[in-house]
């Protein structure tokens, strides 16, 4: 059973992934929009821009760029040793959320 939202979470990632292959690199970086970024963390819409190291207060993910393309990489940085991937277990861990399908 997919949760509600999960389509509009899926279109909006989607769309961050077409952005990223345009960019054609690693991280992503993207401006300030009309409406807020989800993090590619938690998905909730906390981020004025992709890719600067915003911070999102729902889940303490510091925005360096990563995205589903490299989520299992330990990337350092403002995040230490998570990956994305680990992080976005232990957020959905924290709130009892189902896992993800991405």
Known sequence: MTHPGMEEIRERRRWVLSQMAEQGGDRLNLPPGDQPYTCPCCFHPTLQYRGGCG???????EDDGQD???ADVVM???????SLTAARQ???DMRGLPPLDL
């Open 55 to 61: 911070y999102c207060e729902e889940c303490d993910w």
């Open 68 to 70: 589903d393309h490299n």
């Open 76 to 82: 350092g940085g403002p995040n230490g040793s998570d």
């Open 90 to 92: 232990r957020y959905r």
